[in-house]
């Protein structure tokens, strides 16, 4: 059961098949292509203690997509990365519940205005 208002409830896109490559969708280095499933894997544990986002199911489209960027942080993704959520969350240093904490409630928040929402 969900504790959050239904229309704050967020779903998000755990993407953790970049591939290695020069483009600036894939990763540059093995060692970050190697890294991506661990470090997502700390998010999708944290969320469960996060009621305002959810991981999509089979089927679902999603809100959001957390994925790895080229300099080893996590990027959330609206289609684009949002560049101005900071501060930026290193892969390597960072406990999956301090990158869900504080964005997506703005996130969230901001979704609902623009949609019409109670807020």
């Known amino acids: ?3 959050a208002p239904t229309d704050l409830v967020r779903r998000v ?3 953790d098949q970049k591939e290695l490559g020069d483009a600036e969708h894939e990763l540059p280095t093995q060692d970050l292509v190697n890294k991506q499933t661990e470090a997502l894997q700390r998010v999708r544990e ?3 203690g996060a009621s305002w986002v959810v991981e999509v ?3 679902e489209e999603s ?3 957390v ?3 080229r300099d080893g942080n996590y990027e959330i993704c609206i289609g684009m990365p949002i560049l101005n959520l900071k501060p930026s ?3 390597d240093g960072s406990p999956g519940f301090a990158l869900i ?3 997506y409630i703005k996130l969230s928040l901001g979704f609902s205005r623009r949609s019409g929402g109670i807020l």
């Open 63 to 65: 809100h959001f997509q």
């Open 57 to 59: 199911e089979d089927g």
């Open 46 to 48: 944290a969320l469960p």
């Open 1 to 3: 059961m969900l504790s």
């Open 67 to 69: 994925a790895i960027d």
């Open 101 to 103: 904490r504080q964005p």
């Open 89 to 91: 969350l290193i892969i």
């Open 13 to 15: 896109l755990l993407f």
